[in-house]
């Protein structure tokens, strides 16, 4: 429904304003996609000492702790396990998770999945990536203060994130680079929502728009309501640190007036519920079009898919209270939270019923994008379920803080997110770099991936089971934790395959973009706009903007006679 | 460095399977097993615990089954023709109203409403000191250590007779336990494994928690909130008595208290009246 026209401008020259400075949201969101891989490595290298410090106590990690803490003769010091794991909570959230799903895809599947020629606030979009930059290195600047990088957890509760608790700089930056973020969050929110609403193809309504721009879509509304939530809460936070104020101070600790710490937990997880759905929303909508696209089938249900979606989202915004149980709320609002909390599982079962619905008396084509859709639903129905212990206030009040927790989330938010990237990345690779990934490695990353991923999330949730509490750094103090020594050297082998396995993928990924064999414009034989135009696309994306005819999974119909799927600028073909 | 380097990683090649040889003697399902329950009401989280596992297992199954058995099914080698269906056919709408139905109902309105009775009607629902015989106890905690408090001989907190114990806590079996718990400076969390419980400590405020100990022994208590780097420190010793060896105990330390808080020393005085 294009209100206005979008001109083709003339190709970027230079290589600053080809590669660096680009207004081209296709070259944005590649930009995004390597910042969000780059950081998946550093927190996922961080996640391997923090294993390894678990497992074996007092070991040197070989070579990489050598090299980082030569003065403990490689064993990583209590304060650096701290930041450790709240540097990999932070990095893994906000800078790599965020950009890959929501920077990268989303800048790149919006213009081309319904058909526009670039997002609608070219300049607001690069301003996005470089403010993110900015913020990513306010992040790592941390690291070199001499007091160290923020060490309170990903969370940062008051007071411990307070001067009392965080003498050093590094928290600040911290804070800091999570309110940049945060601006640059909001710049990319108002424009996918202004892009989708504004340019959507001539004909394309929004039950014709793929599912995976639904999960954009929401992601966006939902980034564009909270982030600023955080941004309110980091910036108090600020001013209790470097102004001297305080809102967050309580008890002795404030020599004057004095705040409230649970104050900020109600700001951080009013924001932090949603945040978790900021983060999956995407990976739903490519999981549900892949499945979709492979097995060879219209999406099962597709509207009540995006309808949960959007329920979903609704729902997101009044559960947050569970991550507070052990506050000793009124019980008025356990109850109220408890419930809300569960009436996710509403939308939550539609959509497993409409996956397995989609696979159902389909004709499954077992690419790697699908091997991973898969196992998306695989691992989040795990998370999912196991999200019902957290949900009850009464088990909650055993789980709360354990590894239990810590496994759950990771299913959810780690093991479905990566997956459904890793399922978008393979499957979008042709239209992004023109090229195929190799399948036979594709297959054996996800099969890998898929073993370390569930050893380490079931085993932390064992773990957790067992009693072990989280951010410990020699869990084995305790005398009742001793027996859980094999079940953490367990998790951590796993942790290494999983690792291992992510080599395979960045050399397989490295490799096919250096070999660069031209792939046909279409090799999934898909019918959304983005496979109607070249592999790679251009930089214009469509020549004539298209006129959409039809929905976006229209594959497996009887009625056509050569191939069995159509095109969305084809009418429906009926028998 | 070249050197330590390689023989540390030789040092530890050949002592990693010492740890995964530890404690083998343990089968799985007791290496994972949670700590005994010591309390009077924790089996009631241990059975919804196992309740929702139930359930679970049952649902994850039934995602299993489906992705197994139609991926088998529905292959491409297999099934060479997809059936063509947007899912939207009135048996198709009410399959999946069925489902969603049988989870919300079936399962999750059961346990919303059989945990608010648990947590309402016993943990959430504080004893009476005035009208029954209950053990109080003030919990401080601070970086990196419990405080415990006991109002002596006189009853009340706060006076020159209380007793007060660093990382000790003992406390008698059969018998109301009511604790109330702030922090100093950060958040902590008073965390009782054996009795499957935890509550925030929270400066500036004071929370509390009740119940009641069934076994004499020792056992552990820990931090659970993150709270600095020695975090993982923060532990605290429980020993549960039978009433005469508490008596024997509280009495003795009772004579100690007297004869050591100094009066005069304000930092002896931390407690607060009891709310």
Same mark, same amino acid.
């Given at each position: ?18 590669? *660096? ?75 790599? *998770?965020?950009? $890959? ?12 999945? $319904? ?28 690291? $070199? ?180 149980? =052990? ?36 004709? *499954? ?147 096919? *973009? ?13 019918? =959304? ?47 | ?19 995964? @040889? ?10 994972? @097993? ?154 902590? @969390? ?25 076994? @004499? ?59």
């Amino acid at each position: 429904m294009a209100s206005f026209e979008q001109h083709i401008h003339d190709k970027p020259t230079t290589f600053i304003s080809k590669y *660096i400075f680009s207004f081209d949201h296709k070259v944005i969101g590649k930009q995004y996609l390597w910042y969000g891989i780059f950081f998946l490595l550093v927190g996922g290298l961080m996640a391997l000492l923090i294993r390894w410090t678990l497992a074996f106590p007092g070991h040197a990690m070989p070579i990489v702790g050598h090299l980082l803490f030569p003065a403990t003769n490689g064993v990583v010091p209590p304060d650096s396990y701290a930041m450790l794991f709240t540097m990999h909570g932070t990095i893994m959230i906000f800078f790599a *998770i965020t950009p $890959i799903l929501i920077g990268a895809f989303g800048n790149f599947c919006i213009p081309l999945m $319904i058909g526009a020629r670039d997002m609608v606030f070219p300049s607001l979009n690069m301003m996005s990536f470089w403010v993110a930059v900015v913020s990513g290195l306010l992040l790592l600047a941390g690291l $070199i203060t001499p007091l160290g990088a923020a060490a309170g957890g990903w969370t940062s509760y008051p007071t411990l994130s307070t001067l009392l608790g965080s003498p050093g700089v590094g928290q600040t930056l911290w804070t800091m680079s999570i309110f940049v973020l945060g601006i640059s969050s909001l710049m990319g929110a108002v424009n996918y929502i202004t892009t989708i609403i504004v340019l959507r193809a001539p004909g394309m309504g929004y039950f014709d728009m793929p599912l995976t721009i639904w999960g954009v879509w929401m992601t966006s509304i939902l980034n564009a309501i909270f982030i600023p939530v955080l941004g309110a809460g980091c910036l108090l936070l600020i001013f209790d640190r470097v102004f001297g104020t305080t809102f967050f101070l309580a008890g002795a600790t404030a020599t004057q007036g004095g705040g409230d710490p649970l104050l900020f937990q109600h700001v951080f997880w009013i924001f932090g519920h949603p945040e978790v759905y900021i983060l999956i929303l995407p990976g739903w909508g490519i999981v549900s079009d892949l499945l979709s696209f492979f097995a060879r089938k219209p999406a099962f249900g597709a509207k009540a898919t995006a309808m949960c979606m959007v329920s979903i989202t609704v729902l997101s915004t009044v559960v947050y209270g569970h991550h507070m149980f =052990t506050t000793q709320m009124s019980p008025l609002l356990t109850q109220t939270f408890m419930t809300l909390t569960m009436t996710i599982s509403i939308p939550s079962a539609i959509f497993f019923v409409n996956w397995l619905g989609t696979l159902w008396k389909g004709s *499954i084509r077992f690419t790697s994008p699908m091997l991973f859709s898969i196992g998306v639903i695989f691992v989040f129905g795990l998370g999912g379920l196991t999200g019902l212990y957290l949900a009850t206030v009464t088990t909650d009040l055993y789980l709360h803080d354990t590894y239990f927790v810590v496994g759950h989330f990771h299913y959810t938010m780690a093991a479905s997110v990566l997956l459904a990237g890793f399922a978008g990345i393979y499957f979008w690779m042709p239209k992004m770099f023109g090229v195929l990934m190799n399948e036979f490695w594709g297959k054996v990353h996800f099969w890998l991936s898929f073993l370390g991923l569930n050893g380490v999330f079931m085993g932390m949730m064992l773990a957790g089971y067992g009693g072990m509490h989280r951010r410990l750094y020699d869990p084995f103090v305790y005398e009742f934790l001793q027996k859980l020594i094999p079940v953490n050297t367990f998790i951590t082998y796993s942790s290494l395959l999983m690792g291992g396995a992510q080599v395979i993928f960045v050399i397989n990924f490295i490799y096919s *973009i250096v070999k660069n064999k031209k792939v046909e414009d279409n090799p999934w034989e898909v019918g =959304t706009l983005e496979w109607t135009i070249p592999s790679p696309a251009p930089h214009y994306n469509f020549k004539e903007i298209p006129v959409v005819k039809c929905g976006p999974h229209e594959l497996g119909n009887p009625a056509l006679k050569d191939r069995d799927f159509q095109y969305q600028t084809e009418e429906l073909v009926r028998g | 460095m070249v050197r330590t380097l390689f023989y540390n990683s030789v040092f530890f090649l050949f002592t990693f399977p010492a740890f995964a @040889a530890a404690k083998k003697d343990l089968s799985f399902w007791e290496m994972i @097993a949670p700590p005994e329950d010591i309390s009077e009401n924790g089996h009631l989280i241990t059975w919804l615990f196992n309740y929702v596992t139930g359930a679970n297992v049952f649902f994850m199954t039934l995602v299993i089954l489906g992705i197994v058995v139609f991926s088998y099914l529905y292959s491409a080698k297999r099934h060479k023709k997809a059936y063509y269906t947007y899912g939207d056919k009135k048996a198709h709408i009410l399959f999946v109203a069925a489902c969603c139905l049988a989870v919300f109902l079936g399962v999750d309105m059961n346990i919303t409403r059989i945990s608010n009775e648990d947590y309402t009607k016993v943990f959430n629902k504080p004893p009476d000191p005035t009208k029954e015989d209950v053990v109080r106890i003030e919990v401080l905690a601070q970086q990196w250590m419990w405080k415990f408090r006991y109002p002596g001989e006189d009853n009340v907190f706060n006076t020159a007779d209380d007793v007060v114990t660093l990382n000790d806590l003992r406390v008698p079996i059969n018998k109301k336990v009511y604790f109330q718990i702030t922090s100093k400076d950060v958040i902590h @969390a008073f965390y009782i494994p054996n009795i499957k419980r935890k509550i925030d400590a929270l400066p500036g405020k004071i929370t509390w928690m009740w119940t009641k100990f069934m076994k @004499a022994g020792n056992w552990e208590i820990a931090c659970a909130e993150m709270c600095g780097t020695h975090h993982y420190k923060m532990q605290a010793f429980l020993t549960t008595y039978t009433q005469d060896d508490f008596d024997k105990w509280y009495k003795n330390a009772q004579k100690y208290a007297e004869l050591e808080n100094n009066p005069e020393d304000p930092t002896v005085f931390w407690g607060w009246k009891w709310y």
